[in-house]
């Protein structure tokens, strides 16, 4: 297989979420920075070029040029083979947590987060709404986990690759797992210990 | 197959979704009415029994029982061989945009149009908020159609089931296709003129 290229930037959960997987399968790749807070996502070149979404991940390599990182995940997984669910039913499983993760977990979380922690004057009733449904999708995930080791099973799928994209930094967001989400610490901590895991901010580029 | 029973109610534009795949792949279908407005779908026991994420639609039958959408169009597009994609690259191109429509496109829409029509005493700069999101989603989805006439290519697939899921009613939220996205608007004529195609208000049921 060939290395891979991956448009990325350090604070992207998104962006960790394929870096991340690209690592536990030990696959070649190569970050590409992306200038996102100085409007790099949103050129029409960048549209034209990479990604009429406007959006990062993008990943480039093997003869393909994919975005949406729940598609780059399904990808990678098919490739090498791995966390892509053992049988129909898993796999059934591991797709519906990852349009959970795109509908309620990461829309929420990462919108919550960047308007709190990097933007500059964001409505307080506009935050209060966003961590408030972040909150119901904590108490989904929550729950969920109390019952299962990971989130298709007893073992790491994408679908825990997708969902805890912008979970390893619960202090940019006010929580703590341990006291409001245990089974959610306890989650993570499980796929801490995963060879190959690295931190979010030690995965990406800064610049 | 056996006939399936789809967990819906009228308003939801996710339920529709699977409901119009049901209906324009012919599968036999019987709706089972939720009380949503008056919280049915967040009792413990509709967790505990139906979609521990405590959402319409569910879908049971054919020894199955389903929550999200995306997946219950994937999986009907496997059990009827219609609208999956007719290789890998054009299933990409479909996952790329179901992940697309939860993540940014009904992800906004739905709330928006939930909050504007069905809630009373919404906060302003909230739905100012995701009403812009929303329009940013249409921009997206505008420019991608003016290059082609479905999702994913030259023909109907899942994808475009789903991103037509909360578009019917534009006047709910107050868009005028033609004059604002007409790409967008040639497109929902494109699918209005599918074999089977019915509005969510008469496809779904009101009790």
Not at 93 to 120: E, G
Not at 196 to 201: D, I, L, M, R, V
Request: negative net charge; aromatic residues 14%.
């Amino acid at each position: 297989m060939s290395a891979y290229e991956l448009y990325c930037f350090k604070e992207s959960g998104n962006a960790y979420k394929a870096a991340l997987m690209l690592e536990l399968t030990g696959t070649a790749w190569t970050p590409v920075w992306v200038d996102f807070f100085n409007g790099a996502t949103r050129t029409p070149e960048y549209r034209e070029d990479l990604n009429e979404m406007g959006e990062v991940p993008v990943l480039v390599g093997n003869g393909v040029q994919l975005t949406q990182t729940g598609l780059i995940l399904d990808y990678l997984a098919k490739e090498t083979g791995r966390f892509g669910g053992r049988d129909e039913a898993q796999e059934r499983d591991v797709l519906r947590w990852i349009l959970f993760d795109n509908h309620k977990l990461t829309a929420y979380t990462a919108t919550y987060r960047f308007m709190t922690n990097f933007m500059k004057g964001a409505d307080k009733p506009v935050t209060d709404f966003l961590g408030q449904r972040m909150h119901g999708a904590f108490k989904v995930l929550n729950a969920h986990l109390e019952g299962q080791d990971f989130a298709a099973g007893d073992e790491l799928t994408i679908a825990d690759i997708s969902m805890c994209g912008y979970l390893f930094y619960p202090d940019e967001f006010g929580v703590s797992w341990e006291t409001s989400y245990p089974a959610i610490g306890a989650w993570l901590d499980r796929i801490k210990a995963q060879k190959g895991w690295q931190h979010p901010y030690d995965i990406l580029p800064a610049s």
